[in-house]
């Protein structure tokens, strides 16, 4: 079982950790994005509203620049009270701006019920957090191409099922993304694609954790950023996607600034 004061001790956690660091090796930042649409890996969790998203973060990078520690919060609350609201915290470990190894605890209000809804409740039957880890590779110049590994390994999460229905273990739902970044002229561009790994008709309920049917492609799309000048010293970064799920004949056009 989790401590239920694992979000408390956590963020003591990091705020004692930071005092123990010099200044020029940790910052503390925080910023928000106004999304048109709120879409994750295929999957429309924000409905038919647009919706501001603020971050909480602090960031520690070594001396010689190979390691850099991360931990904060994040969150997303649309403009329409009756769709879906989210709060995570996450912590991220990344060697030489390559390798990156992400703990993230998702939790979101307007989804759970009952029991779930308590943030503070961290049993594992019960609980309405899920837990997820992430394996990632950032890609370089020469070689522009990301990869992505996630797996929910506790929680809220898609659950087997016997023969007599009763539920049993989660099914650690996974989730692989390759990815192609490449920057000309004043864009960064980004394209991708996604699939959900596990099949839904193995001993579980009808849907996957990513509303999957089967195994298969649920998220793909492409993303242009660059930054807006306003003065000298101050810019609006502001991004544009394309994504869609072919699992579920879906397509969006997504319209974010940075603020």
Request: hydrophobic share 35%.
């Amino acid at each position: 079982m989790i401590n239920k004061k694992l979000p408390i001790i956590f963020l003591l956690g990091i705020i004692i950790f930071s005092h123990q660091l010099s200044r020029a090796q940790s910052t503390w930042s925080f910023n928000g994005d106004l999304m048109s649409r709120y879409i994750w890996r295929g999957l429309d969790l924000g409905g038919p509203s647009p919706c501001i998203q603020p971050v909480l973060k602090y960031s520690y990078t070594s001396h010689n620049l190979k390691h850099n520690l991360s931990a904060g919060a994040w969150g997303s609350y649309t403009f329409s009270g009756s769709v879906n609201e989210e709060i995570d915290l996450f912590a991220s470990y990344t060697f030489l701006n390559l390798f990156s190894f992400t703990v993230t605890d998702y939790f979101f209000p307007e989804l759970n019920t009952g029991q779930k809804n308590e943030y503070f409740r961290y049993r594992s039957d019960s609980t309405g957090h899920v837990f997820e880890g992430t394996l990632s590779f950032q890609g370089t110049e020469k070689f522009p191409v990301t990869l992505l590994f996630s797996m929910n390994f506790y929680g809220n999460d898609v659950r087997k099922m016997s023969n007599d229905s009763t539920q049993g273990d989660i099914v650690m739902s996974k989730y692989i993304e390759i990815g192609y970044k490449h920057s000309f002229r004043q864009f960064d561009f980004n394209a991708w694609i996604g699939a959900a790994l596990d099949n839904p008709d193995k001993g579980y309920s009808p849907l996957g954790y990513y509303s999957n049917k089967r195994a298969g492609i649920t998220n793909a799309g492409m993303k242009f950023s660059r930054n807006i000048p306003i003065n000298d010293g101050f810019s609006i970064p502001i991004q544009c996607q394309l994504i869609t799920n072919p699992m579920q004949q879906k397509f969006w056009i997504v319209l974010g600034v940075t603020i």
